[in-house]
């Protein structure tokens, strides 16, 4: 797939603003509350350096049209470091162009680079399409039923 003027790379502290309206776009798509500040935040630490995760950014001529989000972790199930995709967008006006796709297929190149044994992602239970999506790049469903506990407002 060849897709003219698109670039995907690493993102950077100069791309912080220009990427907070696509999370916004994202939380209000699987309705989730968006805070700038805490993003702004979130953003500034994995583009610092790559302790904690990654975020990729997709540029089609100049306009940034999507985004990843890659967080590690470790697992005495699977021996060793696994990736979570927390999240993943692509501007309604570029979807179904195929950029999703190329953008993950760079992230897992990557999470490979690093020797990652696992990557995981979640959908919300609506999201047919999406698991459609991550289906034919090899994810599978798993039985487990995540669970959370936040301590954001502590």
């Known amino acids: 797939l060849k897709l003219a003027c698109m670039e995907i790379r690493r993102a950077e502290h100069s791309d912080i603003e220009a990427l907070l309206p ?6 209000l798509a699987d309705d989730h509350v968006f805070n700038s500040d805490g993003v702004r935040y979130a953003l500034s630490v994995l583009c610092e350096s790559d302790t904690h995760g990654t975020a990729w950014v997709m540029e089609d001529a100049g306009e940034l049209v999507g985004y990843v989000t890659v967080a590690w972790s470790f697992s005495l199930e699977i021996y060793g470091r696994e990736a979570v995709l927390d999240e993943v967008f692509i501007a309604d006006r570029h979807r179904n162009k195929g950029y999703g796709r190329a953008l993950l297929e760079r ?4 999470c ?4 990652m044994k696992r990557v ?4 919300e239970a609506p999201n047919v399409l999406a698991r459609e999506v991550y289906s034919r790049l090899g994810f599978e469903r798993q039985d487990s039923i995540w ?3 936040d ?3 502590d």
């Open 107 to 110: 992230v897992l190149e990557d």
């Open 120 to 123: 995981f992602l979640e959908t």
């Open 22 to 27: 696509l999370v916004a776009d994202y939380c």
């Open 151 to 153: 301590f954001i407002d």
């Open 147 to 149: 669970m959370s506990i």
């Open 112 to 115: 490979r680079s690093r020797s």
